[in-house]
């Protein structure tokens, strides 16, 4: 029985989708996400509607338009595991755009609600902070796409990687109360590649009382929902775990508590 946070892949459509979640199919507010994966040559066009986008090539190189905006045959990674930053472009709501794959190339959609306030940009991998959490078994490496201090109405874009046999988003923490400045309320995303492609990992997500507990085997190319609660992610022996978070709630600050069973791990 496939658990109610887990989505899976499917065959590319004629957009070339194999995946999508939106507020409506997750039952919350915020978070939308979706991914694309295109042939050279291959276009797909849209308007972002109510929504600000951040578009995150995952791998390949493309075209991107929005309105008078040109963007040409930008991308370098060509694998996500080559852990280079992407690049990534921020479009506002309201703002119509098109994507042509220069080379075969993955595409993250990523979104939440806009409010006219920013324009479209492009976000170079040298404009992306990478840094290091954690230590021993704990470490996992960061590339912030689009985080709080730069520009958006509502979204958090980052990228993880686990290295293979670590934990990550751990200890277990949770971001559902709003109890600004200790913790606010964000909806989140997490989008999980595994290199070799053929492993696996676990992500589980809980909360205090246990009315929400569920443990999932997630597979390269699943995306897990969080509506709520902790959710650390183990990275079996092996198997070299990518994950991409898309966050978005009432405010858009990351502020997020431990869980105080297992708190003491980062006061040692």
């Not at 650390?232 to 502020?255: D, S, T």
Request: hydrophobic fraction near 30%; charged fraction near 25%.
């Amino acid at each position: 029985m496939m658990t109610s946070l887990l989505v899976r892949p499917d065959e590319p459509d004629t957009q070339g989708k194999v995946l999508e979640v939106t507020p409506a199919s997750a039952g919350w507010d915020h978070v939308g996400f979706r991914v694309h994966k295109l042939t050279q040559g291959q276009q797909i066009e849209g308007n972002t509607g109510d929504r600000e986008h951040c578009l995150v090539l995952l791998s390949g190189r493309a075209t991107v338009t929005s309105d008078e905006h040109r963007w040409e045959d930008i991308g370098e990674r060509m694998d996500i595991f080559e852990k280079v930053p992407p690049y990534a472009v921020y479009l506002p709501d309201g703002a119509d755009f098109s994507v042509e794959a220069t080379t075969d190339m993955e595409l993250a959609v990523c979104s939440a609600p806009g409010h006219g306030n920013h324009e479209p940009r492009l976000i170079a991998p040298d404009q992306i902070k990478q840094s290091t959490r954690g230590g021993g078994t704990n470490t996992r490496h960061i590339q912030d796409i689009l985080p709080e201090t730069e520009p958006a109405d509502s979204l958090l874009v980052v990228e993880v990687y686990t290295p293979a046999g670590n934990w990550s988003s751990y200890p277990p923490h949770k971001h559902d109360v709003d109890n600004l400045p200790e913790e606010s309320i964000l909806e989140e995303t997490y989008y999980h590649r595994l290199n070799p492609s053929q492993g696996f990992a676990f992500q589980r997500v809980y909360t205090d009382d246990r009315s929400l507990d569920e443990t999932m085997a997630v597979e390269n190319g699943s995306c897990v929902m969080v509506p709520r609660g902790y959710h650390p992610v183990g990275a079996p022996h092996g198997y070299e775990l990518y994950y991409l978070n898309v966050m978005a709630g009432p405010k858009r600050q990351w502020k997020f508590q431990n869980d105080p069973a297992h708190d003491w791990i980062v006061r040692q």
